[in-house]
């Protein structure tokens, strides 16, 4: 049962780079999200989708691309990387939550550093 | 701007205490309370989804309260075990797509 599988699970950049955070799901749920996790703050909403083909943003949205082409894979862009984005991200998947009210299963995470 | 607030950021107890944390979030356009459970070097897992005023769930020694019309819950662990030692995420859904976490409180639990 892989449930939501992220990749990579570490990753170190210099700042500008660019790399993609990979997230796959095998529940067939359509809404996944991506969420970053800093000391104090708790999980903060980056972006989320509802199904293949709609994305939309979520409370701190800058600085990251997102796509849904598949129901399965949810990836997670970032373009020039900044240290202000060292964290740790989840990716979370849930059945529609238009259907329901919306437990989310979490990935394993992914520690980023950006120096 | 939707906050979630949780109270305490930290807790520590001896094994056999009962203990309880607070979750605050907005009255309006509630769809779901949810709480997670969050173990160092896991990813959160879901205790507990909570939808009417007034539900109350339970799960062992854990149960939770959801007021809604003032918006709180609250989190009880009844004879506190180490094992119990993990972070308690409050999340509040909206009645669109986002569900919005509080920092969290962090239980240590000694033996």
Request: charged share 20%; net charge neutral; with cysteine.
């Amino acid at each position: 049962n892989a449930g939501v599988t992220q990749t990579p699970k570490f990753q170190v950049l210099k700042t500008g780079q660019s790399m993609t955070l990979q997230c796959a799901q095998d529940m067939n749920h359509e809404y996944m999200s991506w969420y970053r996790q800093d000391p104090g703050m708790g999980l903060r909403l980056i972006h989320y989708s509802v199904g293949a083909g709609i994305t939309d943003q979520g409370e701190v949205p800058n600085g990251y691309n997102v796509s849904r082409s598949t129901t399965e894979d949810f990836p997670l862009r970032l373009l020039s990387a900044a240290p202000s984005q060292t964290s740790v991200y989840f990716c979370a998947s849930s059945e529609q939550p238009g259907r329901n009210t919306g437990e989310l299963f979490f990935g394993e995470g992914s520690r980023l550093t950006v120096l | 701007i939707l906050n979630v607030e949780q109270s305490p950021q930290s807790l520590h107890v001896q094994e056999g205490d009962s203990t309880n944390f607070t979750c605050s979030f907005p009255s309006s356009n509630f769809y779901a309370l949810h709480w997670y459970r969050w173990e160092t070097a896991k990813s959160p897992e879901a205790l507990f989804v909570m939808t009417l005023n007034g539900d109350e769930k339970k799960k062992g020694r854990i149960s939770a309260t959801l007021n809604t019309k003032e918006g709180y819950s609250y989190l009880y662990i009844k004879g506190s075990q180490p094992e119990d030692s993990a972070t308690y995420l409050c999340a509040f859904k909206t009645g669109g797509f986002k569900t919005i976490f509080g920092a969290g409180t962090r239980l240590f639990v000694k033996a």
